[in-house]
């Protein structure tokens, strides 16, 4: 192997590692809903319900685009699947 081919192998390692470690701090932050909060939601990516037997608060979490379609995580208070009407 010459020099030039391990520089160019070398070089593309590197801007591989940094590509990684970019992607990486791309991952939404959950934040939390205060009532009253404005939200910019354009699409909902996903959504999953804090989860218990018993009737009571559990936090929840939405997952989304805003307008920018930036990924947003929103984490919020709801009640439990385990309430019901009677």
């Known amino acids: 192997m010459n020099w030039k081919n391990l520089t160019l192998a070398t070089l593309f390692a590197v801007?591989?590692?940094g590509a990684l470690s970019a992607q990486a701090q791309e991952v939404a932050q959950p934040q939390t809903y205060m009532y009253g909060q404005h939200l910019d939601i354009k699409k909902v990516l996903s959504s999953k319900e804090g989860t218990t037997p018993a009737c009571s608060v559990v936090t929840s979490q939405l997952t989304y685009l805003d307008s920018?379609?930036?990924?947003?995580?929103?984490?919020?208070?709801s009640f439990s699947g385990g309430c019901h009407d009677n």
């Open 15 to 17: 801007l591989s590692v």
């Open 68 to 77: 920018m379609d930036q990924t947003r995580v929103l984490n919020y208070q």
